[in-house]
C-alpha cells in the first residue's frame, strides 16, 4: 500500500462520529459546535469551503448580509477527523486522558489542552518544501484526535503525551 492509501485508511480509522449542535461562518472562516463520546467541543474548520460546510448553512453561496439557514443541521450526524495543530508536545509520565477547552481563560474558542495516550505513528508526505515529512500523532484523549508535529519529534505507540493548540475538525468519508 502507498504512503498515501496507508495515510487515508489511518484517518478513516481514527475519525470520529460527530453530532452537530451548531455551525457558523462567513466568506472564508467557519466554527463547528460538535458532541463527540460526550464532550461538547468548539472546533475551528479549515476547509470550510472546499469541504462543503460553507453549503450547509448557505445553500446558495454566501453573499454578506445573507442569514444563514439552519433548519434541520442541530442533531445532524457526521463523520469527522478531529486535529489538534501541535502548539507544544511533550512527554508525560502521568497516564491519563483528558481534553478541556482552554477558552476558558479569555483564549481564542478553539484552543484546547489534551493528555492521552499515543494510538498510532503515519509520517505522511508534506508539500511544504522546507520539510518533506511531517508526522500525523493519532491519540485517545477521551475523543480519538490526530496532533500534527514536527518530524524532529519522536513518539512510540503507548506512551502519554500532553497537548495544547487549535482543534479542528475535517469531514471524512
Not at 504512503?3 to 452537530?20: F, T, W
Amino acid at each position: 500500500m502507498s504512503n498515501e492509501g496507508l495515510v487515508d485508511q489511518k484517518i478513516r480509522q481514527y475519525s470520529e462520529n460527530a453530532k452537530i449542535r451548531d455551525i457558523n461562518g462567513d466568506a472564508i472562516n467557519g466554527e463547528i459546535f460538535v458532541e463527540v463520546r460526550g464532550f461538547e467541543l468548539q472546533c475551528f474548520l479549515p476547509a470550510w469551503i472546499t469541504e462543503g460546510w460553507r453549503d450547509m448553512i448557505y445553500p446558495g453561496g454566501y453573499v454578506e448580509g445573507t442569514r444563514p439557514i439552519k433548519e434541520g443541521i442541530s442533531g445532524k450526524e457526521v463523520k469527522i477527523l478531529l486535529s489538534l495543530m501541535d502548539l507544544s508536545t511533550n512527554k508525560t509520565p502521568l497516564q491519563v486522558k483528558w481534553i478541556k477547552s482552554e477558552s476558558q481563560g479569555g483564549n481564542t474558542p478553539y484552543h484546547y489542552f489534551i493528555s492521552g495516550t499515543v494510538l498510532d505513528v503515519v509520517e505522511i508526505p508534506r508539500q511544504h518544501k522546507f520539510r518533506a515529512l511531517e508526522k500525523m500523532v493519532f491519540i485517545d484523549c477521551g475523543v480519538l484526535l490526530n496532533l500534527f508535529v514536527a518530524n524532529e519529534q519522536e513518539f512510540k505507540i503507548g506512551e502519554y503525551v500532553t497537548s495544547v493548540g487549535r482543534l479542528d475538525a475535517r469531514k471524512t468519508p
